[in-house]
């Protein structure tokens, strides 16, 4: 099993930036992927971002594209989500994820261990 810690949600104005970092500890030499998803009020999880933990291979939501930038440090086991340009929309619980087994995929139900999650929201 993944333990898995996210910090760095906040309140932030539209256009603003913010970084999400996401820590791993545990049985870490089994993640395949790691994955952001983000739960708005009232919605089904979603898809964010996701990377895989060895060659650094990444995948992003339409909606994020362009925006949102996802990478990892293997040394500190730590995978991170820069947000620019930040919109109202974007206001969601995001959660990282990790993935033990190939292929990539955007659905969360194929992620094994999840965070506890952190707020994120964008003021108009």
């Known amino acids: 099993q993944v333990q898995l810690v996210e910090s760095g949600g906040g309140l932030v104005r539209a256009g603003d930036s913010l970084t999400l970092s996401c820590a791993a500890s545990?049985?870490?030499?089994?993640?395949?992927?790691m994955g952001w998803f983000r739960q708005p009020p009232g919605r089904e999880r979603e898809f964010v971002a996701s990377?895989?933990?060895?060659?650094?291979?990444?995948g992003y939501a339409d909606s994020v594209k362009g925006r949102f930038t996802i990478s990892r440090d293997n040394a500190k086991k730590m995978v991170s989500l820069q947000m620019n340009s930040l919109k109202p929309e974007d206001t969601a619980v995001y959660y990282c994820?990790?993935?033990?087994?190939?292929?990539?995929?955007?659905?969360?139900?194929?992620?094994?261990?999840w965070g506890q999650g952190t707020q994120v929201t964008v003021s108009s």
């Open positions: 545990g049985r870490t030499f089994r993640v395949y992927a």
């Open positions: 994820a990790a993935r033990r087994d190939y292929p990539p995929t955007n659905s969360p139900e194929a992620y094994d261990d």
């Open positions: 990377i895989t933990w060895s060659g650094g291979r990444t």
